[in-house]
């Protein structure tokens, strides 16, 4: 069962122009991860915000969660194209166990 | 620092035929972690290993087996090839939050395995 489901499923947005995807999970978290999966490769770890942060920067990302709405959002600043990729959140449930638990993903195209 | 290798990259399998996807990590991680990635499903946990010696179960363990003997190495095997288990595989490593002490770690992914099951 997924428990994080990421929203839009896909995001075609302009360079230069700031891209927001979002996240909702269904049950109570220790910590929410997002990461990014370029065409034909791995996923690759982005952010990392615990259940009592609230918002939390990376250069150009920003990520905020809201526990009593269960949901987080990922915003990317001044778009570039080399930020085209699919991206994913993932929860864990239990403190100390390394499971996580993917959305579905957004597919981010930024044009050029 | 090689992080997360697979192999192989590609692999085609008759139905019923045995193999074995190779997962080796050089960052002295002690969590390992295989998933499968399907379109419009995300990633869903197989198995995985908090340490040499110690597995369990995921989300979808049927029809896979793994091992973990070494903390480097973490094989996953296909028993019977089915034509349900075409799919990308990821391997996945961390640090253990139990040894650390700093709550759950990112995880480092390999490039993955992309397998079609004839």
């Known amino acids: 069962s997924q428990q994080g489901e990421e929203d839009p499923q896909a995001l075609s947005i302009q360079e230069g122009e700031n891209a927001t995807m979002n996240c909702s999970y269904k049950?109570?978290?220790?910590?929410l991860q997002w990461y990014r999966q370029n065409s034909g490769r791995g996923l690759v770890h982005l952010i990392l915000i615990r259940s009592n942060e609230r918002e939390k920067h990376s250069g150009r990302l920003r990520v905020t969660l809201d526990t009593s709405k269960k949901s987080s959002s990922l915003l990317i600043t001044a778009s570039r194209a080399a930020d085209t990729a699919s991206y994913f959140c993932?929860?864990?449930?239990?403190?100390?166990?390394?499971?996580?638990?993917f959305g579905t993903g957004t597919r981010l195209t930024i044009i050029p | 620092n090689a992080g997360v290798t697979q192999t192989p990259k590609f692999q085609v399998l008759k139905t019923g035929q045995s193999m074995t996807l190779q997962c080796a990590q050089d960052m002295n991680h002690e969590y390992m972690s295989w998933y499968r990635q399907d379109p419009g499903m995300g990633l869903r946990l197989i198995h995985y290993?908090?340490?040499?010696?110690?597995?369990d179960q995921g989300e979808v363990p049927n029809g896979y087996n793994v091992s973990r003997s070494t903390t480097e190495d973490f094989p996953l095997r296909l028993l019977s090839a089915a034509p349900s288990q075409t799919s990308v595989y990821f391997c996945?490593?961390?640090?253990?939050?139990?040894?650390?002490?700093?709550?759950?770690?990112?995880?480092?992914f390999g490039d993955g395995t992309r397998l079609s099951i004839l």
């Open positions: 996945a490593s961390s640090y253990s939050s139990l040894i650390t002490g700093q709550g759950n770690q990112p995880q480092h």
């Open positions: 049950t109570s978290i220790n910590n």
């Open positions: 290993s908090v340490g040499a010696g110690i597995t």
């Open positions: 993932a929860t864990d449930s239990n403190f100390g166990n390394e499971k996580l638990t």
